[in-house]
């Protein structure tokens, strides 16, 4: 199934982010990164058809049956505001939320999208995701992720207490970062995947997060990767308009 903005108003434009990170590495200084944040969506938000936040958006995230993770609430009040004007949000799970369930789906009414997404906006077509585990190799990180996306290992991580539980992941994800990787060039595996997609399936451009950098790069010769970029050191989205897509940076 494809999503599609194919009446997408000239006036209107989706914007793609991804990488926040919220939480790392402290309460305060992700506060800050939140407020950034917030400045940034009120930026947009006159314009904005559609948010869509590509993963990784929290350090750590986990939703138990009846708890969810302290803190964020400056990041959660200004979704809600945005979701008042009409804008769509559309999450998708990175390696360090992979663990978001229903929640935003019911506080929020944001669609969750688990793996990469074809969009249509205007005339082109679009795939969207976060990026990790994709195209070949990282066979480490490729069989940690079955496990964490596991049901059974699901329901044992619940039954840890939430403050030792958080506490144990959190000190794994420092460990799992999937962006400290030098700059593969044509061998990173985001560009493989989206070479390999293009071959039996072509689209327009591919959006993904995961590398922690702007990337720009021709796929073939109709198609281009973007990479999201990231919040922690910069503000970097993709700002998409039934013509054209652009990669730009949030100043204030
Ligand atoms: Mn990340």
New binding site residues.
């Given amino acids: 199934m494809i999503t599609t903005y194919e009446n997408l108003p000239a006036d209107k434009r989706i914007y793609v982010a ?2 926040f ?1 919220l939480g790392h590495p402290n309460v305060k200084e992700s506060q800050l990164r939140e407020e950034k944040i917030g400045r940034w969506l009120d930026s947009i938000k006159h314009n904005a058809q559609a948010i869509i936040l590509a ?2 958006l929290f350090d750590f995230w986990f939703e138990y049956s009846q708890v969810v993770p302290k803190g964020f609430l400056r990041f959660y009040t200004k979704l809600i505001e945005l979701k008042g004007l009409g804008i769509d949000l559309i999450f998708f799970t ?3 939320d992979i663990w978001m369930f229903d929640y935003f789906e019911q506080e929020l009414d944001a669609t969750i999208h688990r793996e990469p997404k074809s969009f249509l906006v205007g005339k082109h077509k679009i795939q969207i995701g976060h990026g990790d585990g994709l195209g070949p190799g990282d066979l480490k990180f490729k069989f940690f992720k079955s496990i964490f996306t596991n049901k059974l290992s699901q329901w044992g991580f619940k039954w840890i207490h939430p403050d030792l539980g958080i506490k144990l992941a959190t000190a794994w994800s420092g460990h799992s ?3 400290d990787d030098p700059f593969l060039g044509e061998k990173e595996p985001i560009f493989i995947h989206c070479m390999n997609v293009e071959e039996s399936n072509h689209h327009d451009y591919y959006i993904f ?2 590398r ?1 950098m702007i990337l720009d790069m021709p796929v073939g010769k109709n198609a281009r990767y973007y990479n999201t970029g ?1 919040w922690i050191e910069n503000s970097q989205f993709i700002e998409i308009s039934n013509t054209a897509v652009k990669s730009l940076k949030y100043e204030e």
Avoid: A, F, Y
């Fill in positions: 991804s990488d990170h993963g990784d990175g390696n360090h970062k999937g962006h997060g995961h922690h990231e």
